[in-house]
Structures are given as structure tokens and as C-alpha cells.
């Protein structure tokens, strides 16, 4: 079945003869632009990543080194969130602003009709889910061809493996304002408050981490397995969470759920 989604995908890609790939660096869009790559060959595609505040500095390098290894053309582009109207009031429709105005920076690309079509990792998966930037993409006619595949998360991850890439285990990621509590204010000070927060706590060999910010308070997100290691240096983990900023630490016990902010607007 996978192999099949996988045909069908690499059908898809060599319909539309040239892309331009909003490349996070993440699972999704890595896996995209291998196969793309694989599929139209590296003149036929460009891979774009957004440097932004929303975005962790060591993100964009691990980003340019996953291009490189592809043997993609990459370009860098600097953005900014916190300058879109409406996006720092952190509503429910946040994620539309954000993925509209991405959009709109990757569309003059295809002036000179060098490429064909934007294309990014959205996947079967996020159709269950709160994923406002699906509206935004339909607006600009921007695709996802790995959802058009019906290809899901672990099939992707099935696929990257397979394909030797180093992604086909990495943690699932999100942009930072996607830990701070909707209706609080975003700002340059918060995101570098979760970003730094998060850093640290991976030198606890914690892969996957969410340092959920509701004002002074820091809710911990890690899987159950690692609950124990939070726990066991609470001493050093608050001390330097105060240190960045938060006045009160806190360990979720129920543990890492994949967009756990979004269940206040259910």
C-alpha cells in the first residue's frame, strides 16, 4: 500500500514538471524535497526556507545541511510573523496569517515561469487536525502533493528510512508561537523564552520537548518515558527556566501531545 501512495506521489510531482518547496526541514517537507529532487531532477526544483522569530536558529542550519545532502538549490528568505497584521493577537486563525504570508513571498518565484507550481508538506494526517494554513494554501492555489497521496505521518517516516534519510526519525516540530496560550500576546521576548527553555532541556538527551508558555508559567511537554529525567533535575531545570524567565515551572503529566493548545478551542 505504502509503496503504491509513494507511485502516486512521484506521478503527482512529475505532472506538475517544476516546483518550488517551502522547506522547514521537518519530516514532511524534507521527505517532499528528496522526492522531488529524485523525481524532476535539481534544475526543476528550488527549496525555500523562511528565517524568521517563530523559527530556532539551529533549525535553518540543520535545514541548509538536510538541501545540501538532497543536492537541492536552497534559498533563504527572511520573514517576519510578528509583522503580519493579526498574527501576534495569537487567535484561533493564527496559523492562516502565517501560511498566507509565506505564500505570498514564495509566489514571485514562479514569475518568469522558471517553476511551475509551490508545493508544501501537508499531509493526510492534517486534515483531522486544527490547520488553519489549509485555507490560506487553497486561496493561492499553493498543493500538497503528500496529502493528495493519502500518505500519513509514519508512512512518511517508512518512506524517509527507506530512503536513508535522516529525518525518518526526527521529533515532530512546530513553530514556536504554537507554545504560547492562544489569546496571549506573542512577542520576540516569548519566542526566544520558549526557544532558549527548549535548548536546555534537550541537553537532557530529551528528544521530543514542548515548553508550553501561559505568561510566567512554563508547562513541560516530554513523552512519559522521559518524565523521570525531569523530575530527577528539577533543582537545575527550574533554576535555569527562572534564569530565562518563567517565574513558575510546571510538568504536564499526561506528557507531550502533538498541537495540545488546541484543545481550549474544542
Known amino acids: 500500500m505504502v509503496n503504491e501512495k509513494y507511485k502516486e506521489l512521484t506521478s503527482i510531482l512529475q505532472e506538475m514538471k517544476s516546483v518550488v518547496v517551502a522547506f522547514s526541514g521537518g519530516v514532511d517537507s524534507t521527505f517532499l524535497l528528496k522526492v522531488a529532487v529524485d523525481t524532476l531532477g535539481a534544475n526543476q526544483v528550488l527549496a525555500v526556507t523562511a528565517d524568521s522569530e517563530t523559527y530556532p536558529s539551529s533549525e535553518l542550519t540543520e535545514a541548509k545541511e538536510l538541501a545540501r545532502k538532497i543536492g537541492a538549490k536552497h534559498l533563504v528568505i527572511e520573514t517576519s510573523e510578528l509583522a503580519i497584521p493579526g498574527y501576534a493577537e495569537n487567535n484561533k486563525n493564527r496559523c492562516y496569517f502565517c501560511k498566507s504570508s509565506l505564500f505570498e513571498h514564495l509566489i514571485p518565484l514562479l514569475e518568469g515561469k522558471r517553476f511551475k507550481n509551490i508545493i508544501y508538506g501537508l499531509i493526510a494526517d492534517d486534515l483531522n487536525e486544527h490547520r488553519?494554513?489549509?485555507?490560506?494554501?487553497?486561496?493561492?492555489?499553493?498543493?500538497?502533493?503528500?496529502?493528495?497521496?493519502?500518505?500519513?505521518?509514519?508512512?512518511?517516516?517508512?518512506?524517509?528510512?527507506?530512503?536513508?534519510?535522516?529525518?525518518?526519525?526526527?521529533?515532530?516540530?512546530?513553530?514556536?508561537?504554537?507554545?504560547?496560550?492562544?489569546?496571549?500576546k506573542i512577542t520576540k521576548e516569548k519566542l526566544t523564552k520558549v526557544e532558549k527553555a527548549e535548548a536546555y532541556l534537550k541537553t537532557f538527551n530529551i528528544l521530543q520537548v514542548r515548553v508550553r508558555t501561559h505568561q510566567e508559567i512554563a508547562r513541560i511537554e516530554v513523552e512519559r518515558n522521559d518524565m523521570k529525567l525531569i523530575l530527577d533535575n528539577h533543582e537545575s531545570i527550574s533554576k535555569e527556566l527562572k534564569k530565562i524567565g518563567y517565574q513558575y515551572i510546571t510538568l504536564d503529566l499526561i506528557g507531550y501531545q502533538s498541537g495540545s493548545m488546541n484543545k481550549v478551542l474544542s
Open 132 to 184: 488553519p494554513g489549509i485555507q490560506a494554501a487553497k486561496e493561492k492555489g499553493i498543493r500538497g502533493p503528500l496529502q493528495e497521496a493519502n500518505l500519513f505521518k509514519e508512512e512518511i517516516r517508512e518512506l524517509s528510512r527507506d530512503l536513508d534519510l535522516p529525518t525518518w526519525n526526527k521529533p515532530s516540530f512546530a513553530c514556536l508561537s504554537s507554545r504560547i496560550a492562544y489569546g496571549e
